[in-house]
């Protein structure tokens, strides 16, 4: 299925049938799931009404963690395997991932305050997750560095799959230090320590923050496409006699990532 | 029902919390949303620009 | 071989060097990686008077007391080995209460007892709505508290 992908006209064209049913199915999902955090879960027994603040803070933490893991393994086919889509892929999943980080950083603060009376500690798991959104950042300011994009993606591909090694600590922080934020309630042995009326609308706004980023990455990667081709299509025109110069690209450059 | 409204507002004395927490997330996550179809309509109409100019006059 | 087979070697090289090298760095600093010593630990550290360092564990039952007229308060941490004496002057979050986890920031003094300048509550990663809690409670299946640190 990903060599069937592979040639960008066979993506836009499965691309572009499947994002309006993402889209549709993200915004359905995510409206139930806001209704069920806000409204209809129940207040937790020690830290009341606050802990819908943990129905975005989990699953952007998630989204956080598998958006970089996306983006390694792109990185990685692009550098092993020099798959023409693989740049693109990550390319354009990380601005998402960084979102998503930001609101983990952000939510988890505004939940930290009235739980352990503080904003922030350097404690391993907040730093790393921290390290983890310099990660973003450093990763999409690498790939705009460079007027060469090939260079650009070629550089941004190793810090990302370099910096993979953050998520193993990110997970396990918890477990392998003492740290302030608390272990594991989903994904651990022994199964969650979430009651089930708490457990289910955690996991449905997972869910929509999946199908969220799943739609807006294929958006992204249809621009990157659709710039790839006029770019291309700019400097073919460039060559011909009847070109107009005040509108063509200059070679090499492109537009900047955001 | 005023009472409720507020009542439930007042997030059991942490509104001041977890309304900005819920305010973020739509903000910054909205926010890549709309960037990011912004950027996409404005490449697709660029490519049809262009592929009109270089079709061939009739 | 090919090219290809040689980058994913390199590739594949490179990052277990990385995990290697990750793995070791941490050993070595994890003393500094740490946010508290539980008081065993602090113990075993021989950390002495007039250090600043944090010190986690759980409030220990029926050790809270406050002195009268002031906010100064007096309780015990303990991590089911070694409990240790803290006093405190200042506001308590929330979520402090006996059999509880708390970190708290300060020095011991010369008599053993640790001064705290701050005091942060640690919850534990169980989640319940509170009629559940109330009836676990009730058909003694569960008592409120954390577990101590290892």
Redesign the interface.
Do not use: C
């Given at each position: 299925m990903i060599s069937r992908l592979a040639n960008p006209a066979q993506f836009m064209r499965v691309s572009g049938a499947v994002l309006p049913f993402l889209a549709g199915l993200a915004a359905v999902v995510l409206a139930v799931g806001l209704v069920w955090a806000?409204?209809l879960a129940?207040?937790?027994?020690?830290?009341?009404?606050?802990?819908?603040?943990?129905f975005?803070?989990v699953p952007?933490a998630w989204m956080a963690l598998s958006v970089y893991l996306l983006m390694a393994v792109a990185s990685?086919v692009a550098?092993?395997?020099?798959h023409p889509l693989a740049d693109v892929a990550a390319q354009a999943a990380a601005?998402?991932g960084a979102?998503?980080t930001?609101?983990c950083l952000?939510?988890g603060s505004?939940?930290g305050?009235?739980?352990?009376?503080?904003w922030w500690?350097?404690?391993?798991r907040l730093t790393s997750v921290l390290v983890l959104f310099f990660l973003y950042l450093g990763y999409i300011a690498l790939v705009n560095a460079f007027d060469d994009a090939s260079r650009g993606a070629r550089a941004g591909a190793l810090l990302a799959?370099?910096g993979?090694?953050n998520l193993p600590?990110i997970k396990f922080s918890v477990d392998?230090?003492?740290?302030?934020h608390?272990?594991?309630?989903v994904f651990?042995l022994g199964g969650p320590?979430?009651?089930i009326?708490?457990l289910l609308p955690l996991l449905a706004m997972a869910l929509g923050?999946a199908l969220?980023f799943a739609a807006?990455w294929l958006?992204?990667m249809?621009?990157a496409l659709?710039?790839r081709?006029?770019r291309a299509?700019?400097l073919?025109?460039m060559a011909e006699p009847r070109s107009r110069p005040a509108d063509a690209a200059p070679p090499g450059a492109r537009p900047a990532v955001? | 029902m005023a009472a409720l409204l507020d009542h439930?507002f007042a997030?059991?004395?942490?509104a001041v919390?977890?309304w900005?927490?819920?305010a973020?997330?739509v903000a910054?996550?909205g926010?890549?949303?709309v960037?990011?179809?912004w950027?996409?309509r404005a490449?697709?109409r660029?490519?049809e620009r262009?592929?009109r100019?270089?079709e061939p006059k009739p | 071989m090919t090219r290809?087979r040689r980058?994913?070697i390199l590739?594949g090289g490179g990052?277990t060097g990385?995990?290697a090298a990750?793995a070791m760095v941490?050993t070595a600093f994890?003393g500094n990686?740490?946010?508290?010593?539980?008081p065993s630990e602090l113990l075993a550290k021989g950390i002495g008077p007039g250090r600043l360092v944090r010190i986690?564990g759980l409030v220990e039952q029926h050790s809270v007391a406050h002195l009268d007229g002031g906010r100064e308060v007096r309780f015990r941490v303990t991590d089911g080995k070694t409990d240790l004496p803290v006093v405190y002057d200042g506001v308590?979050?929330?979520?402090?209460r006996e059999g509880q986890g708390v970190?708290a920031e300060g020095k011991l003094n010369g008599s053993g007892v640790f001064v705290a300048s701050?005091?942060?509550?640690?919850?534990?990663?169980?989640?319940?709505?509170?009629?559940?809690?109330?009836a676990l409670k009730k058909a003694g299946r569960w008592q409120?508290g954390g577990k101590p640190?290892p």
């Open positions: 806000l409204v129940p207040p937790d027994y020690q830290q009341g009404e606050s802990v819908r603040i943990m975005i803070h952007a990685a550098l092993v395997w020099r601005p998402i979102a998503f930001f609101v952000a939510t505004l939940w305050r009235p739980m352990w009376g503080t500690v350097w404690d391993a799959v370099v993979v090694i600590i392998w230090w003492n740290t302030l608390q272990p594991a309630s651990r320590t979430i009651y009326s708490m923050f969220l807006l958006v992204r249809r621009t659709n710039e081709k006029l299509l700019r073919h025109r955001h | 439930y997030m059991g004395g942490y919390y977890v900005p927490a819920y973020i997330a910054v996550l926010g890549v949303a960037q990011s179809w950027r996409y490449s697709v660029a490519l262009v592929q100019q270089l | 290809k980058r994913l590739l990052m990385l995990a990750t941490l994890s990686l740490v946010f508290f010593y539980g986690g308590l979050p929330d979520l402090f970190v701050s005091v942060l509550a640690k919850h534990d990663e169980k989640y319940m709505p509170p009629d559940v809690a109330a409120e640190p």
